[in-house]
């Protein structure tokens, strides 16, 4: 197997566990938080795709899926390339309206299609090509695709668990 079978492989799990989070739930179930402070299902998986997004783009030179098209008003969002979720406060993430779940699930899938196709061209020696020297050690590219891997499953575990809590 290949690095970009590996990656693909980590990552071509996320489009199950998306849909299973948000299939079939509400507008305001999407939007429902256990608690003050908590994040509702429609967030997570919204910010899961928002760093698969932000981070795959930066790695392309290109803009971000959410800022062509019409997919941030699916949201109740404006096309803002910043706008990841990473320092909302909770009226930030209440903020966030998922029009429904389909919404939520068309731009994972928008978003994944376009990373597996990034993935598709990768050869072993490109993982250690630095890609983030703000950091100290600086960020190469297979630690980069490690940390949007496990950001996305961690978020899409939280999003289960909050449906589950539903």
Known sequence: MNVSDVLNE????????????VEDLTPDQLCWAP???????GWLVWHLTRVQ???VADLLGAEQV???GNWAA????KPDPDDTGYGHTAA??????PENGQALIDYYTAVHERTRDYLAGL??????RVVDRRWD?????GVRLVSVIDDDVQHAGQAAYVRGLL
Do not use: I, M
């Open 66 to 68: 959410y800022v062509t």
């Open 92 to 97: 930030d993430v209440a903020a966030v309206r």
């Open 35 to 41: 608690a003050a402070g908590a994040n509702p299902v």
């Open 74 to 77: 699916r949201f109740g969002r």
């Open 123 to 128: 050869e072993p020696g490109d993982l250690d």
């Open 53 to 55: 997004d932000g981070h």
């Open 137 to 141: 050690p600086p960020v190469t590219l």
């Open 10 to 21: 980590a990552l071509g799990r996320l489009p199950d566990l998306v849909r299973a989070a």
